[in-house]
């Protein structure tokens, strides 16, 4: 256990549906960041977000959006779904003293 | 961000060492990491390394830098059959910024 918690491990839904993705970070870690995982893209970095505010943003399309709450936990929400879409969702957390991101199991999404 | 490119596949026979490479474009990058992939798990830190060192070693794990060619290889020692996944090579601009990562090299280990 890596001490990044996410859920649900596995989502199937159909094509122009809508989904929310948890994650909780270590305790203690502010930073949280969403990445999408694929067999043609590798390893997108999609958003970042510190201690509740939006840091940084990847490739993420317009259909997908993210928050972080005062909990430090995060969503990422994923609307319009297209067949595309598909893929593994990982989120990461950072301790501000350590240099290594600590990665969740992921969730894998499947559009049907 | 800049491509992190890496090899796609590596076999070897348990007991070698494996060396994975890796090379960077993005020249500022300050800090670059290895990953490891099980089937069906997460991202595993297997070790970082700063751009200001040339080599870092963590037991059976040597990271080799060259930063003059952007290049960053892995060598694993005595590699054995559980060392099977496949291997990212990542580079973050800095402290707190996104990583990027390499499409990864799938490592075979073969008795």
């Known amino acids: 256990d890596s001490g990044v918690t996410q859920t649900p491990k596995h989502l199937i839904t159909a094509t122009g549906q809508r989904v929310t993705l948890r994650c909780s970070p270590r305790?203690?870690?502010?930073?949280v960041y969403w990445y999408q995982q694929s067999l043609d893209q590798g390893l997108q970095f999609l958003i970042q977000y510190y201690n509740g505010e939006e840091r940084a943003k990847g490739n993420i399309l317009e259909r997908f959006s993210a928050q972080q709450f005062p909990d430090l936990h995060s969503e990422l929400n994923l609307s319009s779904l297209e067949l595309g879409d598909s893929a593994l969702y990982f989120c990461?957390?950072?301790?501000?003293?350590?240099?290594?991101?600590?990665f969740g199991s992921g969730t894998r999404l499947t559009v049907v | 961000g800049e491509d992190v490119e890496q090899s796609l596949f590596l076999s070897v026979r348990e007991g070698d060492s494996s060396v994975i490479n890796c090379t960077y474009t993005?020249?500022?990058?300050?800090?670059l990491y290895w990953y490891k992939q099980e089937p069906g798990a997460g991202l595993q830190l297997l070790t970082y390394i700063f751009s200001n060192m040339d080599m870092k070693q963590d037991q059976r794990l040597t990271v080799l830098l060259n930063k003059k060619d952007k290049h960053l290889s892995l060598r694993i020692a005595d590699t054995q059959t559980g060392d099977s996944a496949i291997y990212f090579c990542?580079?973050?601009?800095?402290?707190?910024?996104?990583?990027?990562f390499g499409k990864g090299t799938s490592l075979l280990v073969t008795p």
């Open positions: 305790s203690g870690d502010l930073s």
């Open positions: 993005d020249s500022s990058s300050t800090y």
């Open positions: 990542a580079e973050s601009m800095g402290s707190g910024y996104a990583l990027n």
């Open positions: 990461a957390s950072r301790d501000r003293d350590f240099y290594g991101y600590t």
